[in-house]
């Protein structure tokens, strides 16, 4: 710990920090942020960086956005604190709900609230579950999530979650989830097959396993449009189309987890939108209040309501809620980061610096080390490989995407470094063009350092 400063061993000696490799964070210590403003935060040295990362993919509105902070403020003024058990409730609630309802990506009838994406997807697994129930399907239970996938850290949705780590050593998946395929052709399409073709495979992938499982049995399939922490990976040609005529032909509920896609990232204003999906619900959190507060939700038809009536007829209450579920003032917050998405067109200020931020993140695919790019709107991610031809991997070892990482942080810039040397930028929605231009800018530096390292 020598040479840290003293913010940073009080940290190390009292802060347990998730993603983070505990043993090695007691010689490296924490990089501490101090503040922030615009798409620049600041460290406790006084260094600037952009947020190439948005923070974990949601401060959308960046980090000085007066509107939510009034927002925030006045409502803790108003009413710190309501809740809308037992039939209780306040006005921010279904001022929300209707301006999710105005805008979901299906046809929505009410809106679940709650904290965070994990959460919100935990909820999803309970309302499937309480849902076939009603409906006197008491075997229709398991759900689909694919390899890969990201979609919390709780019990239920970390079993969701497709990535070793978030099951090595914790006893996850629980019963009930099953993971099917990625949809990551730059890595799983065989040699000679063509995009479409590998959305084939996984389609037909997924029948098997639904066949192999029963389809009476399967509840429902829960997907990102784009899998966020799992790597970016883009869906590949006429996937989710061949994906949803599988769940349409055995009568499978179809989640998109829009926790990252949702609110204009992908320049529409869902990710479901972008792909052409047709969900049953959504899960959003993260951008719906640009992160300022923690709030997450999930959608639901009318089919499912009217189940949930039925059910409360048969048991008298709807046994599930956080004291949190639909806090005042993260609601508040979330009122108006819907509201500023209109009134100021955040979806065309996408639209518009888009092409610009996807060239600049395709551009790096010229890179020698750089076996991949893709980019949608404003998410995108490099893939770092030993060869480009083979695309053979570093040496796990090596750690090439942390040492990415700190090289671009070196430079000014905050990306995140994925499983699989994987770069992912994820910038605040407001970002300009020459903005955009200064990000990369700052990582083709950070890639020429890590070049001279590994050389
Ligand atoms: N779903 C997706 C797609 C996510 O990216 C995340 C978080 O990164 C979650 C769910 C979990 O959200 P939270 O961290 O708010 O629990």
Request: proline letters at 4%; a negative charge.
């Amino acid at each position: 710990m020598t040479g840290l400063s003293n913010a940073a061993k009080r940290d190390i000696e009292t802060v347990l920090h998730p993603y983070t490799n505990l043993d090695t964070f007691r010689s490296t210590g924490p990089l501490i942020i101090e503040r922030g403003e615009g798409i620049h935060v600041f460290d406790s040295e006084g260094k600037e960086y952009i947020e190439g990362m948005a923070g974990l993919w949601c401060t959308s509105l960046g980090y000085s956005e007066a509107e939510l902070i009034d927002a925030a403020t006045e409502q803790m003024r108003q009413l710190p604190f309501g809740h809308v058990f037992g039939g209780r409730s306040h006005e921010r609630a279904a001022e929300l709900a209707e301006k999710l309802k105005a805008i979901a990506p299906h046809d929505a009838s009410k809106v679940l609230f709650c904290g965070s994406g994990s959460e919100a997807n935990d909820q999803q697994i309970k309302l499937l579950w309480y849902y076939n129930n009603a409906k006197g399907r008491p075997e229709k239970k398991k759900i689909i999530s694919r390899l890969q996938g990201y979609h919390g850290v709780t019990i239920a949705s970390g079993s969701l979650t497709g990535l070793p780590a978030n099951h090595m050593d914790f006893d996850l998946p629980i019963e009930r989830i099953f993971h099917t395929g990625s949809p990551h052709y730059y890595r799983q399409g065989e040699v000679g097959e063509s995009e479409e073709e590998f959305s084939t495979r996984r389609a037909q992938e997924l029948e098997e396993l639904i066949l192999r499982e029963g389809p009476e049995t399967i509840a429902g399939f829960i997907a990102e449009p784009i899998m966020g922490a799992g790597g970016v990976v883009m869906p590949p040609q006429g996937y989710f189309e061949k994906i949803q005529a599988v769940l349409d032909k055995y009568d499978i509920y179809f989640i998109s987890d829009e926790v990252i896609c949702g609110f204009a990232r992908t320049g529409n204003m869902f990710g479901a939108e972008t792909f052409g999906m047709k969900p049953d619900s959504i899960s959003v959190a993260k951008a719906l209040s640009s992160a300022y507060v923690p709030i997450g939700a999930v959608t639901i038809g009318e089919d499912m309501y009217q189940a949930m009536i039925d059910e409360s007829k048969k048991i008298g209450t709807f046994g599930h809620g956080f004291t949190y579920t639909a806090h005042p003032v993260a609601a508040a917050v979330a009122c108006k980061t819907l509201e500023i998405y209109e009134k100021r067109d955040i979806l065309s200020h996408v639209r518009a610096v888009a092409p610009t931020f996807e060239k600049r993140v395709m551009g790096f695919a010229d890179h020698p080390l750089v076996g991949n790019a893709r980019a949608k709107g404003l998410i995108g991610a490099i893939e770092l490989v030993a060869d480009k031809g083979t695309k053979k991997s570093f040496d796990k070892a090596a750690a090439i995407g942390a040492v990415a990482m700190g090289a671009a942080q070196k430079h000014g810039l905050i990306v995140r470094a994925l499983a699989g040397d994987i770069i992912a930028f994820c910038p605040p929605l407001i970002i300009k063009e020459d903005e955009i231009g200064e990000m990369f800018d700052r990582m083709a530096r950070a890639l020429d350092d890590v070049e001279a390292h590994v050389r």
